[in-house]
C-alpha cells in the first residue's frame, strides 16, 4: 500500500492544485460572464460572443491542445530515466515549435475572420462576429508560448506555474473584458461583444508574462540537474518528431468535438432557420444554450486537473516499467473522478431552473441545462480517460473513439433540432450521447490495454445511489423551501443538505475506502479521525 500511496499523494496533490486554481479561475469566470451576460451585452450579445469563442476555440486546440500533454509526458519520461539534459533540450524543442505555431495560429485568426464568420453565416446585420474573431487572435499567440511553458514544469512534477498562470489569465480578462464592453456597448452590441473578448486576449498576455517569471526556480534546478547528467541527449530532430508524433493525434482527438461544436454552431443555426426562426431569435436561443453550457463546463474544468496530473505521474511508472502502479494510479484517478462528478451531474440536473434563476435571473430554456447536467458526468469520464490512453502511448485511440462520438452528436442534432416541437432542446441531447459513446469505447480500451479494473460497486453503484438519493433530497428541500425562503436562499440550503447528504450515504455504503482517504492531503489523520467516530471500520 506504501507505493501507492506514495505514487498517488503525488498525482493527488498536483491535481489539488491545480483543482484549487481552477474553483477560483471559475469564481473569477462568473464574476465575469454573470455581469456582462446580465448588464452589458444580454442573450443576444452573448450569441455573438459565444459564436465568435467556438471559432477560437477550435483554433486554440489546434494551437496547443497535444503539445502541452507531449512535453509533459515526454519530460516526466526522461526525468524518471535520469535523462536531465534531454528534458532540457525537449522543453527547448518545444518552445520553439509553438512559437511559430502561435504566430500561424494568430495569422490565420485574424486574416480569415471573415472567412470564419461567413462559414458560420453568424454576420447578421449589426452582429460584426469577425471583429471578435480579429480581437481574439492575438491570444492564440500568447496561449501557445504559455502551452510549451505549462508542459515543461507538469512534467517536472511542479503544478504551482500552471495554477498561477491559470489565475492570472482569469484575471486579466475579467479586469480588461469588462470594463471594454461596458465602455463600447454604447457605439453598438457587436463592438461590446468584442470589447468583452478583448479581455480574453489581455488575459492571456498576462498569463504568459507570469509563468514565463515563476517557472525560473523550475527551469534553474532543470539546468542544475542536466550539469550532472552523463547521458547523451537524443537530436533535436528526434526529439521533434517525437513530440510531433505524440501531439498530432492528442490534438486531433481534442480538436474532433472542438470542431463539431463549431459545426455544431453552423447546423443549428441553419436548421432553426428552416423551420423558421429568424437570425435574432436564434442568437437570444444560442445565448440561453450558452448559458447552460457554461453551467456545464464548471465540474470539467476542475476535474481537468486530475487529467492534467496524471499523465506525468502514469508516464513516469510506465517508463520504468511499473505496470502495477501505473494501473493503482489510474484506478484511483477514474474513481475520484466518479465520486466528485455524480453529485455535480446530478446536482445541475435536478436543480437547473433554480440555478439558472440564481445566476442570470432568467430561469428560461431550463431544460437545456437538465440534460448538460447529466452529460457532466460522462465528459469529465472521458476527460480522465482521455489522458489515461494517451500517457499509455494509446494517443489515436481517443482520436478515433471522439470522431465516433462527434458523428453522434452531429446525426442527433440533425434529426432532433430540425423538429419544430423540439428545435435546440435537441442540441444537449446529441452533446449526451456523443459522449456516454466515448466515455465507454474509453473505459473498454483501457482494461484491454492495461491492469485496471473496474469494481461496478464502487464505480458506478454506491456512487449513483448516494448521488440520486442526494438529488432526492436537494429537490426536495428547494421544493419544500422555496415558498417561506424564496428562491436564491432555499438553493443555497438544498445546496448545503444536498452535501451532507452525499457523504452520509457513501459512508453509510462503504463507498469511500481507506485507501481513498489516505491519497487525501492528510490522509492518515482523516482516517483516524473517521475510524475513531466509526464511519469507517478500522
Known amino acids: 500500500m506504501g507505493e501507492i500511496n506514495k ?11 491545480i483543482a484549487a486554481a481552477h474553483v ?45 500533454v507531449a512535453i509533459s509526458r515526454m519530460v516526466s519520461a526522461s526525468s524518471a530515466l535520469g535523462q536531465h539534459r534531454e528534458t532540457e533540450k525537449i522543453f527547448s524543442v518545444a518552445r ?23 462559414a458560420l ?49 482569469a484575471v486579466g480578462k475579467l479586469g480588461v473584458g469588462l470594463v471594454l464592453a461596458w465602455a463600447l456597448v454604447s457605439v453598438s452590441l457587436d463592438y461590446g461583444a468584442a470589447g468583452a473578448i478583448g479581455g480574453v486576449s489581455c488575459g492571456a498576455a498576462l498569463g504568459f ?21 552523463t547521458g547523451t ?36 443555426f441553419h436548421l432553426l432557420d428552416g423551420i423558421g426562426y429568424s437570425e435574432e431569435v436564434y442568437y437570444s436561443l444560442s445565448g440561453y444554450l450558452g448559458r447552460a453550457v457554461t453551467m456545464f463546463n464548471l465540474p470539467p474544468t476542475i476535474v481537468a486537473a486530475i487529467a492534467v496530473s496524471v499523465v506525468p505521474s502514469l508516464a513516469a511508472a510506465l517508463a520504468v516499467g511499473d505496470r502495477k502502479t501505473a494501473a493503482q494510479t489510474a484506478t484511483a484517478a477514474l474513481r475520484i473522478t466518479v465520486l466528485i462528478t455524480v453529485p455535480c451531474a446530478i446536482g445541475l440536473s435536478v436543480l437547473a431552473a433554480p440555478i439558472l434563476g440564481f445566476v442570470y435571473n432568467d430561469a428560461n430554456h431550463s431544460f437545456l441545462l437538465n440534460v448538460m447536467g447529466i452529460a457532466v458526468a460522462f465528459v469529465t469520464l472521458v476527460q480522465v480517460s482521455n489522458a489515461i490512453l494517451q500517457a499509455h502511448g494509446r494517443v489515436w485511440k481517443p482520436v478515433v473513439f471522439m470522431a465516433v462520438g462527434a458523428l453522434v452528436k452531429v446525426v442527433v442534432n ?8 423540439v428545435n435546440i432542446y435537441g442540441a444537449p441531447v446529441g452533446t449526451l450521447l456523443c459522449y456516454v459513446t466515448v466515455m465507454s469505447l474509453n473505459l473498454i480500451e483501457i482494461r484491454r490495454i492495461s491492469d485496471v479494473r473496474y469494481d461496478v460497486g464502487a464505480f458506478v453503484f454506491k456512487p449513483l445511489v448516494s448521488g440520486v438519493v442526494m438529488g432526492a433530497a436537494a429537490f426536495g428541500v428547494h421544493t419544500l423551501l ?16 444536498g452535501g451532507v447528504v452525499y457523504f452520509a450515504m457513501l459512508f453509510l455504503l462503504r463507498g469511500i475506502s481507506a485507501e481513498d482517504v489516505l491519497l487525501l492531503p492528510k490522509g492518515d489523520a482523516l482516517l483516524h479521525l473517521f475510524q475513531k467516530l466509526h464511519l469507517m471500520e478500522e
Not at 482 to 492: D, R, V
Request: charged share 15%; glycine share 10%; net charge positive.
Open 414 to 421: 440533425y434529426v432532433l433540432v430540425s423538429r419544430p416541437e
Open 233 to 268: 541527449p537524443r537530436r533535436r530532430r528526434e526529439i521533434f518528431l517525437e513530440l510531433f508524433k505524440t501531439a498530432v493525434p492528442i490534438t486531433l482527438g481534442a480538436s474532433v468535438f472542438t470542431l463539431t461544436s463549431l459545426i455544431d454552431t453552423a447546423m443549428i
Open 96 to 118: 520553439l515549435f509553438m512559437l511559430c505555431i502561435g504566430l500561424l495560429g494568430a495569422a490565420i485568426l485574424f486574416f480569415g475572420a471573415d472567412l470564419f464568420a461567413a
Open 482 to 497: 422555496q415558498a417561506a425562503l424564496g428562491s436564491s436562499l432555499a438553493l443555497i440550503a438544498a445546496i448545503g443538505v
Open 121 to 169: 453565416n453568424a454576420d447578421a446585420e449589426g452582429m460584426n462576429v469577425a471583429l471578435s474573431i480579429r480581437t481574439l487572435s492575438p491570444s492564440i499567440f500568447f496561449v501557445a508560448l504559455m502551452s510549451a511553458y505549462r508542459g515543461y514544469t507538469q512534467g517536472c512534477g511542479d503544478m504551482v506555474p500552471t495554477a498561477v498562470s491559470e489565475i492570472a489569465e
Open 24 to 68: 477560483l479561475i471559475k469564481l473569477l469566470g462568473a464574476l465575469y460572464k454573470i455581469p456582462l451576460d446580465r448588464m452589458i451585452l444580454g442573450t443576444a450579445g452573448m450569441g455573438v460572443y459565444n459564436a465568435a469563442y467556438y471559432i477560437y476555440n477550435w483554433m486554440f486546440v489546434i494551437s496547443t491542445a497535444g503539445l502541452p
Open 7 to 17: 505514487n498517488g499523494k503525488t498525482f493527488v496533490r498536483g491535481a489539488a492544485i
Open 209 to 229: 508574462l507570469s509563468i514565463l517569471c515563476i517557472s525560473r526556480r523550475v527551469r534553474r534546478n532543470g539546468r542544475m540537474y542536466a550539469k550532472g547528467d
